[in-house]
């Protein structure tokens, strides 16, 4: 069982939560999972072709699976899986909200 | 009696003007960071350009890459969506070169921003707290659409952003290390240092070299979005070029941005904890080689955070706040 860690963008399709819990031994089973357990995270997680959304970033204990298996990547249990949306950045903008 | 030759770089070196001075950084190594003997860490100090940061780099590409296509001539106005670092190099360097600057950026920054910008004359632009650098790209990119007369560089898109770091800090770093480099970290915002770096390390070093990302995990308050189709990623970004990609929470970031000054007397900025961070976890890693992190700015624009004094758990919008 692994750990999976709600941005708050997708938190109303998952009734509210920040982190859910989903079997799988990889990354796109694991989603699936939790796509099967919310049904409303589809389309925002994954494209029409299945792949992840391109706006989608998933973390597998800190490190970005695209650059890893991508949905293949193995996940062990305890593992943590974080979802973040992509976001501009890298200009130290300082903001202060 | 003869005055013995300045050997040490960077102190070689001599311009007619501030914008040539721009690169050559120093190499520094981190003993006390690396945790094995036959690991070093070196960082390469980006502080050190004219303006504090590394974009110096990459607004002195921006501009002459410009002007050498002919797209702009002294007295035509630059815009640029950015709200740190970008915007005081270009401002510093349009000012020398006679160009007026507009900088659109959230509502929102820390007075340094402002003020540094106004410094070197630059006219500033709002655009909407809440939507943050995504909102400043949008709003600049309308208004370009809107006014041809306006040169955007946009370094998002832009191939000269990775090539000032193909060009220089690449060749700077093989050059001090004779082509040993086993890893190279740095933070991933618009991407142009690890495009340029990547290339360049690919080509003359192959896969012994591991590029690493080192990325901002922003605190929810700033992740705003109303739908994951918002989302930015710059058009320039290869993720092929890159073998790991790590985030960094706002706390361990100002931690480590705290254990740069504490363990080896380095001011640095916030986004240079976190990519020394990651550093570290890759040299642990490794049994031998050498590690280059990137400085990417040293500490005075984040010194009203007070987060070079007090503890870490009282500094005030840690997770509110966009620290790099």
């Not at chain 2, 504490?262 to 040299?283: C, M, Q």
Request: negative net charge; aromatic residues 6%.
């Amino acid at each position: 069982m692994a750990t999976i860690r709600i941005p708050p963008v997708l938190r109303p399709s998952v009734g509210g939560e920040r982190e859910v819990e989903a079997d799988g031994g990889t990354v796109g089973a694991v989603l699936n999972n939790l796509v099967e357990a919310h049904p409303a995270t589809r389309e925002q997680l994954f494209g029409e072709d299945g792949e992840l959304n391109r706006y989608v970033n998933v973390y597998l204990n800190d490190e970005d699976v695209r650059v890893l298996d991508g949905l293949d990547t193995a996940v062990g249990a305890g593992d943590g899986l974080v979802i973040l949306p992509a976001m501009a950045g890298g200009d130290h903008a300082s903001l202060r909200s | 009696m003869a005055v013995p030759p300045i050997e040490r770089r960077p102190c070689a070196g001599r311009y007619t003007d501030l914008v040539d001075s721009i690169g050559n950084t120093p190499l520094i190594e981190l003993k006390r960071l690396s945790p094995k003997p036959g690991v070093r860490i070196w960082a390469k100090l980006e502080s050190m350009n004219p303006t504090g940061s590394i974009k110096d780099r990459v607004a002195k590409s921006l501009i002459e890459n410009a002007e050498e296509k002919g797209l702009i001539s002294p007295g035509q106005t630059i815009l640029e969506p950015t709200s740190g670092n970008t915007g005081i190099s270009l401002a510093m360097i349009c000012a020398r070169k006679g160009y007026p600057l507009k900088v659109v950026m959230p509502d929102n920054v820390t007075p340094e921003r402002t003020q540094l910008l106004k410094m070197y004359g630059a006219e500033i632009v709002y655009s909407p707290g809440d939507q943050g650098s995504n909102g400043a790209v949008a709003m600049a990119l309308d208004m370009a659409a809107d006014d041809a007369s306006y040169y955007m560089p946009y370094q998002y898109g832009n191939e000269a952003n990775p090539r000032a770091h193909y060009e220089g800090t690449a060749v700077e770093i093989l050059d001090e290390l004779d082509g040993n480099v086993d890893a190279f970290v740095a933070g991933l915002g618009t991407g142009g240092t690890l495009m340029g770096v990547a290339r360049r390390f690919k080509e003359e070093l192959g896969d012994r070299v591991t590029i690493v990302a080192a990325e901002p995990m922003q605190g929810e308050p700033v992740q705003g979005l109303r739908s994951l189709d918002d989302g930015f990623i710059p058009p320039i970004i290869d993720l092929s070029l890159l073998d790991r990609k790590i985030f960094v929470t706002n706390r361990d970031a100002v931690v480590w941005t705290r254990r740069l000054l504490d363990e080896e007397g380095l001011f640095a900025g916030v986004s240079s904890g976190a990519i020394a961070r990651v550093a570290v976890r890759i040299a642990s890693e490794m049994d031998h080689g050498n590690v280059v992190f990137i400085v990417c700015d040293d500490g005075w624009k984040y010194l009203s955070s007070g987060l070079y004094t007090l503890p870490v758990d009282e500094v005030e919008n840690l997770e509110s706040t966009v620290w790099w």
